[in-house]
């Protein structure tokens, strides 16, 4: 069981960083630009070595693109959130942050201070703002963890890593060659290099790549010097850059930094020159800082790279996301036209009143219906501009791939099994004779196909077929035989079609997500691996026990990152299916997620936990179950 909790935190972790869009396997440079190939797999082998590294070397994080110019990394974070580490060429031996925020690129520099520590050697510490950290990916864990703003005046958080595709090698050997080649313009050569590289037409590139302030007062050749020379295939060859390199800052760039005092002899010019200094130790570049006193003044201290950016934005204009820590449901606080303020589970009026209201309509309607209060549970429909800000996202379908969007994940997590729940316990607790079942069937087949394929609402037709799924209702042989001696057309519906189709999505083999006409995706796989709870009577998933499983988790990945580039388009096939639709308001009320679980667990049981709610409902299901077809030698169960 422990082992199978860190599978679980693992795949959450890595899931909500890297669902977002991109894989190591395939980065966009750009919306229509700057698109990379997968790598050739001799490349991709040792990428895949690279990054099983020690954690304390930089090249074991993805995260990490080396030697690469600004020019390049502003094209590589797209969305409000993305970022990346690479090294910095004026301010050589540290690092920079590049991120994306409120669609602005911003660059931060994360500076190498020492502090005097009770051992003999100081201790390397790494300095974004106030803030100090023993290794660039604990200040990284540190942001993306607490989601803590990189500095006080942007407001920029960073959510998404954007992880290289190629090995540090073949990176270093694009940039450093080429600045070594051309001292005159050695990034403008640099970007033609690069981009020629990766086959992009260089009249393409955008015209802020054009006007590269030159920023290296020295010849570019000292970067190549100081660099590790060019390493065979597979072997690696730690920096030196540390050695050489002498950190030298204007005046004026003090208001940005959070470094100590330069000394009198400083000799260099307000711009970033690279001053050899001594060889002797290591760490002879690095300045020793003391730790702050508690009281020290407070200094102005964000982290962005010097010369190139200056923050024009004021506070305030920067939306944060909400963490929500409470469900959008209240079922205790629900008020209903069908059911009185307090009431009994399974309450046999009410359940009456419901399965009316189901027959009494076609499947076509309640699908509409059922589509609906799908929509708007899952924010594709009804959303307001204050909840927008509130996500930090158009869409709930991208909120569901981000970490702050846990909250929704659960909702329809919960939404997901009530709905089922609800639709089994109206089969088993409010059917008589074997022939009702058997059309109570019918319409649940019918309700699935239409969801599936008139409405497009993919959640929706899992959740049916989900409830034909329970093994309480799959175990009624005797009902199954009469569903297809009365229903034939349904019971084939079922079979050949429905069944494999469901099948094919959980496998992760269908392009269903694919903005055409769906109005919700098929998300199920994704709360699985994202937020599933010990839940009694949950299966195991389908990447837990076959040889495929990494690939069916991969597939259901990237289609959550087609799900959050598209959310807008799901919104408007929500919009375009729901057009002119008339809705009745009690048959609306049934498949809401607070009138589902005030129906099956009462207004006191409501109020229990999620897990011990599931437990007892699960046996009321299954003793309904024995009720209707009791267990005997000659039945076996419906597989």
């Known amino acids: 069981m422990a082992e199978r909790c860190g599978l679980w935190g693992f795949l959450s972790t890595a899931a909500s960083c890297c669902v977002y869009r991109r894989s190591f396997m395939r980065v966009q440079f750009s919306k229509e630009r700057y698109l990379l190939d997968t790598p050739p797999e001799k490349l991709r082998k040792e990428l895949e070595e690279e990054l099983k590294r020690s954690s304390d070397d930089m090249s074991s994080h993805g995260w990490y693109h080396g030697l690469m110019p600004r020019e390049v990394s502003e094209t590589l974070v797209l969305r409000n959130g993305d970022f990346l580490i690479r090294d910095s060429l004026t301010s050589m031996g540290d690092y920079v942050l590049t991120s994306r925020w409120?669609?602005?690129?911003?660059?931060?520099?994360?500076?190498?201070?020492?502090?005097?520590?009770?051992?003999?050697?100081?201790?390397?510490?790494?300095?974004?703002g106030r803030e100090s950290f023993d290794s660039v990916a604990a200040l990284i864990h540190f942001y993306v963890g607490s989601q803590k703003p990189l500095s006080q005046e942007s407001g920029a958080h960073i959510y998404c890593p954007i992880n290289r595709t190629l090995p540090l090698r073949i990176l270093e050997a694009a940039f450093t060659v080429t600045l070594k080649q051309d001292p005159v313009s050695p990034l403008s050569s640099l970007r033609r290099t690069f981009i020629q590289k990766q086959g992009v037409a260089l009249?393409?590139?955008?015209r802020t790549l054009l006007a590269m302030p030159h920023r290296l007062s020295s010849s570019m050749d000292q970067i190549q010097m100081i660099r590790s020379p060019l390493s065979p295939l597979g072997e690696y060859v730690p920096s030196t850059a540390y050695n050489t390199i002498s950190h030298h800052r204007s005046?004026?760039?003090?208001?940005?930094?959070?470094?100590?005092?330069?000394?009198?002899?400083?000799?260099?010019?307000?711009?970033?020159?690279?001053?050899?200094?001594?060889?002797?130790?290591?760490?002879?570049?690095?300045?020793?800082?003391?730790?702050?006193?508690?009281?020290?003044?407070?200094?102005?201290?964000?982290?962005?790279?010097?010369?190139?950016?200056?923050?024009e934005h004021s506070r305030g204009v920067f939306s944060v996301p909400l963490v929500e820590k409470e469900s959008s449901f209240k079922p205790g606080q629900y008020r209903s036209l069908l059911m009185p303020a307090e009431n009994k589970p399974l309450e046999a009026s009410i359940l009456k009143r419901v399965k009316e209201l189901l027959t009494e309509v076609d499947a076509r309607t309640a699908a509409w219906h059922i589509t609906k209060a799908d929509c708007m549970v899952a924010r594709i429909l009804n959303v307001s501009e204050e909840m927008r800000q509130k996500m930090a996202v158009s869409s709930g379908l991208e909120l569901l791939t981000l970490p702050h969007g846990q909250q929704l994940r659960l909702d329809l997590w919960e939404r997901f099994h009530t709905m089922s729940f609800m639709m089994a316990a109206e089969l088993l607790g409010c059917t008589g004779s074997r022939e009702e079942r058997a059309a109570f069937l019918f319409k649940a087949i019918l309700l699935a196909s239409e969801l599936k394929s008139s409405q497009g609402n993919m959640f929706g037709f899992a959740t049916i077929m989900r409830a034909l799924e329970l093994r309480q209702v799959k175990r009624l042989e005797q009902t199954w035989i009469t569903l297809r001696q009365k229903h034939t057309e349904g019971a084939i519906l079922y079979e050949k079609k429905l069944k494999p189709y469901l099948k094919s999505m959980n496998e992760g083999s269908l392009e269903e997500c694919m903005p055409s006409d769906t109005t919700f995706p098929h998300v199920v796989p994704l709360l699985s691996l994202l937020e599933r709870g010990v839940a009694v009577g949950e299966e195991a998933e389908l990447w837990e026990y076959t040889d495929m499983g990494v690939?069916?988790?991969?597939?259901?990945?990237?289609t959550a990152r087609t799900m959050a580039q598209h959310g807008e388009v799901y919104c408007s096939n929500a919009q375009t299916k729901l057009q002119g639709f008339q809705e009745r308001p009690e048959l609306l009320e049934i498949f809401l997620t607070e009138f589902q679980m005030r129906l099956l667990w009462g207004s006191r049981g409501v109020v229990a936990s999620q897990t011990e709610r599931y437990q007892k409902f699960d046996k009321v299901l299954t003793a309904l179950s024995y009720k209707l077809e009791p267990p005997g030698g000659q039945r076996v169960e419906r597989t």
Do not use: W
């Open 551 to 558: 690939d069916v988790v991969m597939s259901h990945l990237e």
């Open 102 to 128: 409120n669609h602005k690129v911003l660059h931060f520099v994360i500076g190498k201070v020492l502090e005097e520590s009770g051992t003999f050697r100081p201790r390397v510490q790494y300095q974004l």
């Open 203 to 206: 009249d393409d590139r955008p």
């Open 251 to 311: 005046p004026s760039a003090s208001k940005l930094f959070n470094a100590s005092p330069q000394s009198p002899d400083s000799h260099c010019s307000s711009q970033h020159r690279l001053c050899p200094g001594p060889v002797a130790s290591p760490y002879s570049s690095l300045k020793i800082s003391k730790p702050h006193p508690s009281k020290a003044p407070v200094l102005p201290s964000e982290g962005y790279e010097e010369g190139y950016d200056v923050l």
